[in-house]
T-cell receptor
Framework: DAGVIQSPRHEVTEMGQEVTLRCKPISGHNSLFWYRQTMMRGLELLIYFNNNVPIDDSGMPEDRFSAKMPNASFSTLKIQPSEPRDSAVYFC????????????FGEGSRLTVL | DAKTTQPTSMDCAEGRAANLPCNHSTISGNEYVYWYRQIHSQGPQYIIHGLKNNETNEMASLIITEDRKSSTLILPHATLRDTAVYYCIVRVVGAGNMLTFGGGTRLMVKP
């Protein structure tokens, strides 16, 4: 099993640019989560999907952030326009809804906005 | 989900048991206790979970007090690779499976 795959692993961009982070969940998993981690705020849940449908996006910081899950094997998190305060590590995780509750995390995408 | 309280940091000698405490005094009857850890620069990793009985797997043991207000994660023979931040989380299984992470305990295993 390849695990949760995220890309890119590292992204450096300039303020105002659009950033797209990608995630491929584990095959067969029907829940997908996007988290953000910073030194100041720790790990924060941004949004999660069940069966490709967004269930709770209350953690999305503002309208500059958007997430989609067009099918069961792919999700994107987009920031437009990006700002320096968006610099963080973004993690994607997947799980089986109603299962043991174990989340499997990807290796993360480290974003730096200059 | 119930709030948890963990020490900010702990040290442990290599080869000794690491005992990481967690208080969850407001836990509800249908909430499980989960433990995850995050090794530097990696994504969080599931360790173990339990409801009220003690649990053991290849990574660790979980001891939950009878009143369920606290628990202890035990790494029986800590190695340098166990140096990580350990998160204790309580949540209802099946309720979306989302996890709310607190500050965790930073465990330093020393030679």
């Amino acid at each position: 099993d390849a695990g949760v795959i995220q890309s890119p692993r590292h992204e450096v961009t300039e303020m105002g640019q659009e950033v797209t982070l990608r995630c491929k969940p584990i095959s067969g998993h029907n829940s997908l989560f996007w988290y953000r981690q910073t030194m100041m705020r720790g790990l924060e849940l941004l949004i999660y999907f069940n069966n490709n449908v967004p269930i709770d996006d209350s953690g999305m910081p503002e309208d500059r952030f958007s997430a989609k899950m067009p099918n069961a094997s792919f999700s994107t998190l987009k920031i437009q326009p990006s700002e320096p305060r968006d610099s963080a590590v973004y993690f994607c995780a997947s799980s089986l809804k109603g299962g043991t509750g174990e989340l499997f995390f990807g290796e993360g995408s480290r974003l730096t906005v200059l | 989900d119930a709030k948890t309280t963990q020490p900010t940091s702990m040290d442990c000698a290599e080869g000794r048991a690491a005992n990481l405490p967690c208080n969850h005094s407001t836990i509800s009857g249908n909430e499980y206790v989960y433990w995850y850890r995050q090794i530097h620069s990696q994504g969080p990793q599931y360790i173990i979970h339990g409801l009220k009985n003690n649990e053991t797997n290849e990574m660790a043991s979980l001891i939950i007090t009878e009143d369920r207000k606290s628990s202890t994660l035990i790494l029986p023979h800590a190695t340098l690779r166990d140096t990580a931040v350990y998160y204790c989380i309580v949540r209802v299984v099946g309720a979306g499976n989302m996890l709310t992470f607190g500050g965790g305990t930073r465990l330093m295993v020393k030679p």
